[in-house]
């Protein structure tokens, strides 16, 4: 069993498809351990995407992903890291494939609905950042 941080973002809930993300999961037979809907304050954005605060596209990022609420997730399964990257397709809505949750609902770069984690480590790292000890059921 593998456990993985997803994030629907707020393009994701102002276009009111959380269910239908939400949806996907569920039926691939992935298991939702625990669920909130929050804001991502700017010094949550920065840690969360640390590996990007460089990039000339990052203050754009932030207001996006701080401008609206999201739902974190925390989604296991049989490697469901792999599984939920593979489900959510490629960063960019327009080059990901149809099938995926970007290649269905996506044509941008930056409002591609879901994050998800990318490796072990850094769903370690993520769902620390949004879950405390208490909010997660015990392995
Ligand atoms: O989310 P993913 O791991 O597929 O992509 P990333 O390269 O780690 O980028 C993180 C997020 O930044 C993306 O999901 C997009 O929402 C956003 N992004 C952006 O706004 N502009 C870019 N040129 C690249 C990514
Ligand atoms: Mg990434």
């Known amino acids: 069993m593998e456990r993985t941080l997803v994030l629907l973002k707020p393009d994701c809930l102002q276009r009111r498809l959380m269910g239908r993300v939400v949806a996907r999961f569920e039926d691939k037979g ?14 949550l954005a920065k840690r969360h995407y640390a590996e990007h605060v460089n990039k000339a596209w990052y ?30 397709g490629a960063t960019n809505g327009l080059k990901a494939e149809p099938g995926t949750i970007r ?12 994050h998800a984690s990318d490796g072990p480590d850094s769903a370690r ?10 909010e997660i059921p015990l392995e």
């Open 103 to 114: 290649g269905d609902f996506s044509c941008s770069q930056q409002m591609n609905l879901v």
């Open 125 to 134: 790292r993520e769902i620390a950042l949004f879950f405390a000890d208490a």
């Open 59 to 88: 203050p754009q990022l932030e207001a996006f992903i701080t401008g609206g609420p999201v739902v974190a997730m925390l989604v296991e399964g049989p490697e469901a890291i792999c599984v939920v990257r593979a489900m959510a």
């Open 30 to 43: 992935l298991n939702v351990a625990a669920m909130k809907m929050m804001r991502i304050t700017p010094e």
